[in-house]
């Protein structure tokens, strides 16, 4: 189901998961595109959008999926340009982001995307 709305805001995710919940649903995939990105270019906003997704309820599957110029391997960093032809779509269970978040080990975009595979 398509989301529209302020990912950080205190309406769009809280409602999503407030109804998933009301219906003992579990969040199986949250695609965000690039979003992030731009959450972290405003103030706490990437914050508020972690605290966001925290409310959703998630099991050892929920997925989230974001799409990145940027890819972090075991080698180092994997760069496509703005405007390419083509992100990279990277994994992130959904639980080990919260956790993450939570331990403070996100303060930036390339933390984020670090723990994606």
Sequence with gaps: MPLVGDFA?????RAVAAYAREHQAVVGAFYTSNV???LFRQRDD????YSNVALLPTDA???????????FEPGGIRLRPYGGPSYFMLLCPIQTLVKV?????I?????ALRISR
């Design 9 to 13: 805001g205190i309406k769009a995710i």
């Design 36 to 38: 992030e990105q731009y």
């Design 46 to 49: 990437w914050s508020r959008f």
């Design 61 to 71: 599957s929920s997925t989230l999926t974001r799409s990145s110029h940027l890819a």
């Design 101 to 105: 978040y939570r331990d403070g080990g």
């Design 107 to 111: 303060r930036s975009y390339e933390d």
